[in-house]
């Protein structure tokens, strides 16, 4: 029985990166001789078995045959026979196909450590074209090591998948998994770049597909392009560290404009509602947490008045705050204002740009929190008064941070909006 680690631990040590966890092959080894040795086995598809001190994954060096369509439709073959090339080959990348046994030696049959230091993803043999959640992984890996590139044989190859159909049998939960982790990486643009490439993202998102070559006004959006600016907007979420939540909203924030009509080109104007109604469908059809939802959703919908913050009345700011039940969850209008701060900021040149809405509307939602309702309804003999009192109170509090209605009058431009 011969034992070696492998893949992305391999990878990462020879990138000099941290390794978080470490997978390991066993060669020449049955399930029960594993057991024998302690092992716990776990694996539902293919033998995979818990060390019994360190509780890392083992697994029996396999095969794989291609049975059916999609990413579940594999016969795994597992014997003591089956030698640590024959496991490598069936992995997807290069750079994950690369050993190291208990000597320390190096084992690289495919030459990934080359394809390491050229800073290429590049496919270990044709059977990558028989699983499309490997179209997924390697966009993930291209959002993670935003300076490699894919070669060409494997983007042609990633390309025939999606004509082929095979990205179409993902399933939208394993569709959900792999693109959030990619935009929890360093540069979620590349990711979506890569998907975008190979036909891939026309396929999963549509939505987010058809804004590029779309134009904007370049007095507001010096990238013009909607895909551009989508992509600098996922960039500015990452480079200011967002949870997921924010960042996937900043993915359908502005779905409507790749809609507009070309006879309006380049304005957009209404396209939250519309942005808004694509989000939704997006979101139930990859069918995403209720957090990552609800953000997106909201997003879409107010980052254009969000924008104008610093215009809009008291009575207007009061109704925004209302309407996103930040009394209730202050946190989720935070997460809010952090999105419509990288939309803000997600422009060519402009990433530098102060965004003092977010500070106005945190001072908003504070001076509206601060209003004792229970006071106010004790106070009142006529219970029916009570919202509108309550109401009238929060627009004060708001007003004394010098949001005055008589001399502010809310100036929401279509144009700026954008």
């Known amino acids: ?45 293919f033998p995979v078995f818990l060390h019994p001190r360190t ?47 208990a000597d320390g030696v190096l084992v690289d ?38 300076e490699f590139h894919v070669a060409s044989e494997t983007l042609d190859l990633m390309r025939g998948m999606v004509a082929a159909g095979e990205v179409d049998a993902l399933v939208p939960e394993r569709v959900w998994q792999e693109i959030a982790r990619g935009l929890m990486e360093a540069r979620p643009s590349r990711m979506i770049q ?9 396929r999963l998102l549509p939505e987010v597909d058809r804004m590029f070559g779309v134009p904007q006004p370049a007095t507001h959006h010096p990238e013009v392009d909607c895909g551009a600016h989508l992509l600098l907007v996922l960039d500015e979420a990452a480079a200011t560290g967002q949870p997921l939540a924010v960042r996937f909203a900043c993915l359908l924030h502005d779905l409507g404009k790749g809609l507009t009509r070309p006879d309006l080109l380049p304005h957009h104007y209404g396209h939250e509602a519309i942005s808004e109604r694509l989000a939704k469908e997006v979101c139930e059809r990859l069918k995403c947490p209720a957090d990552c939802r609800d953000l997106a959703l909201m ?25 996103c039940d930040g009394l209730r969850r202050p946190e989720r209008f935070a997460a809010l204002l952090d999105a419509c701060a990288c939309d803000h900021r997600g422009r060519a040149g402009l990433a530098s740009r102060p965004y003092p809405q977010r500070d106005r509307l945190l001072a908003a939602l504070a001076a509206v929190r601060g209003v004792d309702a229970g006071a ?11 919202p509108t009192e309550v109401h009238a109170a929060r ?9 005055d209605d008589e001399t502010n009058v809310d100036r929401l431009s279509p144009e700026a909006r954008q």
């Not at 060096?61 to 490598?88: C, I, M, N, Q, W």
């Not at 030459?111 to 050229?118: E, F, K, N, Q, S």
């Not at 499309?132 to 992984?137: G, Q």
């Not at 997003?299 to 309407?323: D, F, N, P, W």
């Open 1 to 45: 029985m011969e034992i070696y680690c492998v893949g992305g631990a391999i990878r990462d040590e020879l990138l000099g990166l941290p390794v978080k966890d470490r997978d390991w092959v066993v060669v020449g080894a049955t399930p029960e001789t594993l057991v024998a040795e302690g092992y716990k086995p776990v694996g539902k598809d």
């Open 55 to 101: 509780h890392e994954e083992y697994a029996l060096a396999r095969t794989e045959r291609k049975t059916a369509p999609g990413y579940a439709g594999f016969v795994f073959h597992t014997d003591p026979s089956v030698t640590l090339e024959e496991d490598l080959a069936r992995r997807d990348l290069t750079i994950n196909a690369i050993a190291r046994g």
């Open 109 to 146: 049959p495919f030459h990934g450590r080359r394809d390491l230091a050229d800073g290429i993803f590049r496919h270990v043999s044709p059977a990558f074209a028989e699983d499309p959640v490997r179209i997924l992984r390697l966009a993930r890996f291209a959002a993670r090591f935003a």
């Open 194 to 202: 890569v998907l975008r490439d190979c036909g891939a993202l026309a």
């Open 299 to 323: 997003t879409a919908r107010e980052h254009g008045i969000v924008h104008q913050a610093m215009v809009l009345r008291a009575i207007t700011v009061v109704k925004l705050i209302e309407r």
């Open 376 to 386: 106010i309804a004790r106070g009142l003999a006529d219970k029916s008064r009570i």
């Open 395 to 403: 627009v004060a509090a708001v007003r004394k941070l010098g949001l």
